[in-house]
């Protein structure tokens, strides 16, 4: 089953050894297979849960879609109130919208937090979108993210600082957005980017920042 087939397939967490690339206890990855979506953590075993019945399909987009199949991992800084069950990253990549306050990706007020993609191969970012949470309220906390593409996995804020560590620009938004299941656009410029990781960051140091995204997609 191709988990990027948005259908109306019920899907399913299960827990799951942690890979050795990630050893940080407080880096959240889930790791994705063709038909689960698992959640891995350093220090807890995640029951095995069912996705509830408030989702709704989006409409898919146009355009060169990468299958959500061609993910391999999902991980991110921090998981609000350590609910990966409700919060974590893989919701994120569902192929669905939460329209209630659980099921979407949701990080706590820190500096800089980020969301990280990573492909089973190298593969050709033109455009990534990026679907607001339920709420007009909620909008304004979606400004000043950055998404990056390159070869380089993010595993601590200390790599966003370290220039050698830093993979390449693909785009910013500014914001805020301002609207509920707004969907957000970065385009690569001036040129699509290749790269085995997708970040997407809040490079705003200033202050504690939430990063919520209800959706990702990524184009080719």
């Given at each position: 089953m191709d988990i990027g087939n948005r259908s109306k397939t019920v899907r399913r967490k299960t827990s799951h050894p942690t890979p050795p690339a990630f050893?940080?206890?407080?880096?959240?990855?889930?790791?994705?297979?063709?038909?689960t979506i698992s959640i891995i953590t350093t220090t807890n075993t995640i029951p095995t849960t069912t996705l509830g019945k408030h989702k709704r399909l989006p409409v898919?987009?146009?355009?060169?879609?990468?299958?959500?199949?061609?993910?391999?991992?999902?991980?991110?800084?921090?998981?609000?109130?350590?609910?990966?069950?409700?919060y974590g990253p893989q919701w994120a990549v569902d192929g669905q919208l939460s329209r209630t306050f659980l099921y979407f990706y949701h990080s706590i007020p820190e500096r800089m937090p980020w969301f990280q993609i990573e492909f089973r191969h190298p593969q050709l970012v033109s455009k990534v979108e990026m679907t607001t949470r339920e709420r007009e309220f909620y909008g304004h906390r979606f400004r000043n993210v950055t998404a990056r593409v390159g070869a380089m996995?993010?595993?601590?804020?200390?790599?966003?600082k370290a220039e050698e560590r830093k993979n390449e620009v693909c785009g910013t938004f500014s914001g805020p957005s301002g609207r509920s299941?707004?969907?957000?656009?970065?385009?690569?410029?001036p040129h699509a980017i290749r790269g085995k990781y997708l970040q997407i960051v809040m490079e705003d140091e200033g202050e504690d920042r939430l990063l919520e995204i209800n959706e990702i997609d990524v184009f080719s």
């Open positions: 050893h940080n206890k407080n880096i959240f990855v889930s790791k994705l297979t063709t038909t898919t987009p146009n355009g060169n879609l990468i299958s959500k199949s061609a993910f391999l991992n999902v991980s991110a800084s921090s998981v609000h109130r350590n609910r990966w069950n409700q996995a993010l595993v601590r804020v200390a790599d966003l299941f707004a969907v957000e656009t970065i385009a690569c410029q």
